[in-house]
């Protein structure tokens, strides 16, 4: 979690508690190495008591890609925006070496999905030259408690002649991490 946003994402699994909005389930089929026996876990930002101006940052740990200022990243997503005041989801990377510039960026306002059922697949790249990044993951509240917005199997790969890939995010076991760091995220 960013310390400077004005809320944090959260956590869950099943329904957000707000009704018609936000996903039903988590979009993960499945994780090796974690025991389930119900439905799996995602974020999401809660948006019933929020000011408009509300925002809330995930981040990821610092990424290495490989040396070459040829390489390039792939950052895929599946994202929730269900409801009828969503504000917008952005996904951007920064670099460690310059944190106020953006490096890549994907997003979307307002609702993509006509279904707390639907799970949509975002994808975009960067060419980080070698650089050591920061994903950031910026929910923006819409208006009203139907808002949630929620991400779910977060993957980064970086390829030059072969592909490194970092650990997907699945949010799925108990001591689960972005991108492979200890602990759960905020």
Known sequence: ???????????????????????????????PGCTRTSGGYYMYIETSVKDPVDTATLLSPKLTPPASPSSVCFISFWYSMYGTSIGSLKISTRLTSSPSTTEGQWC??????????????????????????????????????????????????????????FNRLTFECDHHSFFGSTGIPG
């Open 1 to 31: 979690q960013q310390s400077t946003d004005t809320f944090d994402w959260t956590r869950l699994e099943g329904f957000t508690p707000s009704s018609f909005t936000g996903p039903s389930y988590d979009h993960t089929v499945g994780y």
């Open 108 to 165: 979307r306002n307002g609702a993509q999905q006509t279904s707390s059922t639907i799970w949509q697949r975002g994808l975009f790249w960067i060419q980080p030259n070698g650089s050591e990044f920061q994903v950031h993951i910026t929910g923006t509240y819409g208006g009203s408690h139907r808002g949630d917005i929620a991400v779910d199997d977060i993957d980064v790969s970086c390829c030059q002649e072969r592909c490194h890939h």
